[in-house]
T-cell receptor
């Protein structure tokens, strides 16, 4: 059974720092891995989707990498801003339509 | 652009009451999903639908029923609410009509329904 883990559960860093969020999964047979952002009281917004054949995806200050063999993904945020404060979730998609989710990392960027 | 709309946004029920959560999407997506999100846990899939008139069980379907009578709507029902069903419920949709079945398309989410069962 696929399990997705995100460590740490919470992270607080000063504005301007570069940071890395981690996501690990137990079964390497995935179709894709997605990173989402969740703001308080809001739904989830898709940030990046990495297909199983890809190693990384970039969008603006965000870069996500995927290493299927080791069951790991990282989300790199460059030059963090207070507006980046949110909970970041990763999810992996296996051979069916279902996504298996991590519990998220709550990120606080201090001005 | 409405995207995915969930109603209601908040609700408090007493144990044993019933209610229906409505999800509507205007993106002509084939697939729709209902999740629940509990503190300290990832989202868990309750039921999903791959097209009008079809539904399937997800990871935690017990105590819930769903219907997809129209392509744009996906209803989640609680027949006899229990305190264990206190949660935040999210609806999502994906895969535009005519797209590959296994296309790598992200899911689009509503803002959630916060449900408390007393």
């Amino acid at each position: 059974k696929q399990e997705v883990t995100q460590i740490p559960a919470a992270l607080s860093v000063p504005e301007g720092e570069n940071l890395v969020l981690n996501c690990s999964f137990t079964d390497s047979a995935i179709y894709n891995l997605q990173w989402f952002r969740q703001d308080p009281g809001k739904g989830l917004t898709s940030l990046l989707l990495i297909q199983s054949s890809q190693r990384e995806q970039t969008s603006g200050r965000l870069n996500a990498s995927l290493d299927k063999s080791s069951g790991r993904s990282t989300l790199y945020i460059a030059a963090s801003q207070p507006g980046d404060s949110a909970t970041y979730l990763c999810a992996v998609r296996g051979s069916n339509y279902q996504l298996i989710w991590g519990a998220g990392t709550k990120l606080i960027i201090k001005p | 652009n409405a995207g995915v709309t969930q109603t209601p946004k908040f609700r408090v029920l007493k144990t044993g009451q019933s209610m229906t959560l409505l999800c509507a999407q205007d993106m002509n997506h084939e697939y729709m999903y209902w999740y629940r999100q509990d503190p300290g846990m990832g989202l868990r899939l309750i039921h999903y639908s791959v097209g009008e008139g079809t539904t399937a069980k997800g990871e935690v379907p017990d105590g819930y029923n769903v219907s997809r009578l129209k392509k744009q709507n996906f209803l989640l029902g609680l027949e006899s609410a229990a305190p264990s069903q206190t949660s935040v419920y999210f609806c999502a949709s994906s895969y535009p009509t005519g797209g590959p079945v296994y296309s790598n398309q992200p899911q689009h989410f509503g803002d959630g329904t916060r449900l408390s069962i007393l």
